[in-house]
C-alpha cells in the first residue's frame, strides 16, 4: 500500500556534509566558549574574594596598631616633655623680658 505524502514544510532540502559539519563545530565553538566564560568568571569571582578577605585581615592589623600610636603621639608631644627636653638637652631657657617681639597684623592684609 502506498502510504499518503505528507507535506513537510519544516523539512529543507538536504545540506551538503561540509555545512553540516560547519554548523557542529560552530555550535561546539560557542558552547565551549561560554563555558570558558563562566569558568573564568566563577575563578576571578574566587580569586576577588580571596583578596577581599586577606585586605580585610590587612585593615584589623592595621587598625590594631592605631590606639597604641596614638596613645605615644600624647605622650611625645606633651608640653612637659617637651619644654624638659629643650632646658636639658637643647640647653634652651625661656626668652628674657624684653627679647620677644609681637608684630601686629595690618588690618586688612592677609586674608
Same mark, same amino acid.
Not at 99 to 102: F, G, K, L, N
Given at each position: 500500500m502506498n502510504a499518503p505524502q505528507v507535506s513537510r514544510p519544516w523539512i529543507t532540502a538536504a545540506r551538503p556534509r561540509g555545512a553540516t559539519l560547519a554548523l557542529v %563545530? =560552530?555550535?561546539?565553538? $560557542?558552547?565551549?566558549?561560554?563555558? $570558558?566564560?563562566f569558568i573564568w568568571q566563577r575563578y576571578e569571582f574566587v580569586r576577588l574574594g580571596f583578596e577581599v578577605a586577606s585586605l580585610r585581615q590587612r585593615q584589623?592589623?592595621? $587598625?590594631?596598631?592605631?590606639?597604641?600610636?596614638?596613645? *605615644? %603621639?600624647?605622650?611625645?608631644?606633651? &608640653? *612637659?616633655?617637651?619644654?624638659?627636653? =629643650?632646658? *636639658?638637652? $637643647?640647653?634652651?631657657? &625661656? &626668652?628674657? &623680658?624684653g627679647? %620677644?617681639? %609681637?608684630l601686629q597684623r595690618a588690618s586688612g592684609e592677609g586674608r
Open positions: %563545530v =560552530a555550535c561546539a565553538s $560557542l558552547i565551549t566558549i561560554g563555558g $570558558l566564560a584589623t592589623q592595621l $587598625l590594631e596598631r592605631i590606639g597604641p600610636l596614638e596613645i *605615644e %603621639v600624647e605622650y611625645l608631644s606633651r &608640653p *612637659e616633655r617637651i619644654e624638659t627636653i =629643650a632646658r *636639658e638637652r $637643647l640647653g634652651m631657657q &625661656p &626668652p628674657k &623680658p627679647s %620677644v617681639i %609681637v
